[in-house]
């Protein structure tokens, strides 16, 4: 089974309709992120986590928001998706003891029609 | 600003060739730098990090990169390219962000460069 698993992996939806995007670990890492990736633009942060009273905002936060339900899951909602909104979504981990590295999940590809 | 730039979006190099995917970072203070792979329609996968000490890191599958201060890279090498090795290639940094428990590190990702091995 995979480290850090993301539901669903693909998904298509409606203008105005409201999606979650669903991330759970078993590595058991504190920090917790969600990025977005479209095509020439690399990854941007969307929210991060570093436990589950910690939540912050990333660069591209707008028309997001994020609960953390546990240490080891942290959802992604859109409350009114956008076209613009149509891109691979991933979730990742990493242990605040280490120097860094992200652990990804396979990501969920979301089109906003 | 802190920033990692990837002045490539595609490399191609021949089967057997020797193939370099460049990255340059701006950052405060001493950089933590990482290069990961992803492979079409996966998540994205940690090739090696620069931390400290010696410049050159190796790293999985037979790469490495070299850290070089003065210029501000750490570029992605490989001594011989495989075909299987095409896949694109980001290059990230840890970036300062505040954050209310006093401050951390985030990675901040370059755009990424597509590497393209031709048989």
């Known amino acids: 089974d995979a480290d850090v698993t993301q539901t669903p992996r693909n998904r298509i939806t409606k203008t105005g309709k409201r999606i979650m995007l669903e991330c759970s670990q078993t590595?058991?890492?504190?920090?917790m992120y969600w990025y977005r990736q479209d095509p020439g633009l690399g990854l941007q942060l969307i929210y991060y986590?570093?436990?589950?009273?910690?939540?912050n905002k990333g660069e591209i936060s707008d028309g997001y928001s994020v609960s953390r339900q546990a240490q080891a899951k942290f959802s992604l909602s859109l409350e009114s998706a956008i076209p613009n909104q149509t891109a691979l979504y991933f979730c990742?981990?990493?242990?605040?003891?280490?120097?860094?590295?992200?652990?990804f999940g396979e990501g969920s590809r979301l089109t906003v029609l | 600003a802190q920033s990692v730039a990837q002045p490539e979006d595609q490399v191609n190099v021949a089967e057997g060739n020797p193939l370099t995917v460049k990255c340059t970072y701006s950052?405060?203070?001493?950089?933590?730098l990482f290069w990961y792979v992803q492979y079409p329609n996966r998540g994205l996968q940690f090739l090696l990090k620069?931390?400290?000490?010696?410049?050159l890191v190796k790293g999985s599958y037979g790469f490495e990169a070299e850290f070089n201060k003065s210029q501000t890279s750490f570029h992605l090498k490989k001594p011989s390219a495989l075909v299987s090795d095409s896949a694109l290639y980001f290059c990230?940094?840890?970036?300062?962000?505040?954050?209310?428990?006093?401050?951390?590190?985030?990675?901040?990702f370059g755009r990424g460069t597509s590497l393209i091995v031709h048989p």
């Open positions: 990742a981990t990493s242990d605040p003891d280490g120097p860094g590295e992200l652990f």
């Open positions: 590595k058991g890492h504190d920090r």
């Open positions: 986590s570093f436990d589950v009273k910690d939540i």
């Open positions: 950052v405060s203070g001493n950089p933590y």
């Open positions: 620069y931390i400290t000490g010696d410049n």
């Open positions: 990230a940094v840890r970036a300062f962000l505040l954050a209310w428990s006093g401050g951390s590190y985030i990675p901040t």
